[in-house]
């Protein structure tokens, strides 16, 4: 049974850091393309990032470019997203997802985690 479980959102001022896991069991992070996507109260589901199973090949969406970096750990099994200089606007429950294609579709991912809530507060 795949599991992605995330963990490490929390309450944090502007300009703060986070960083969130995602640990997944079940399957090998090493053969899916990784996903991280939010949704904020009252809006659709968006695009944060991916990354790729080349080593350090990530892709991110303009609103979060040069603050939100990703990675992972194949050793762990584990996805990191590390969110830097946060915004209120940037409050949302933030979802990991694993899929097999590189993309910012959400449709495109089969495995998704139960979500972990993050507040900036401004």
């Known amino acids: 049974q795949v599991q992605l479980v995330e963990s490490g959102g929390g309450l944090v001022q502007t300009g703060g850091s986070l960083r969130v896991s995602c640990v997944a069991s079940g399957l090998s992070i090493s053969s899916y393309f990784m996903g991280w996507f939010r949704q904020a109260p009252g809006k659709e589901r968006e695009f944060v990032g991916a990354i790729h199973w080349i080593p350090r090949s990530t892709s991110t969406a303009n609103s979060v470019k040069g603050r939100f970096t990703i990675s992972r750990d194949n050793a762990k099994n584990t996805v990191y997203l590390q969110m830097n200089s946060l915004k209120p606007e940037d409050t949302a429950i933030y979802y990991c997802?694993?899929?097999?294609?590189?993309?910012?579709?959400?449709?495109?991912?089969?495995?998704w985690g139960q979500g972990t809530q993050v507040t900036v507060s401004s």
């Open positions: 997802a694993a899929g097999g294609r590189y993309s910012p579709v959400s449709a495109d991912y089969d495995y």
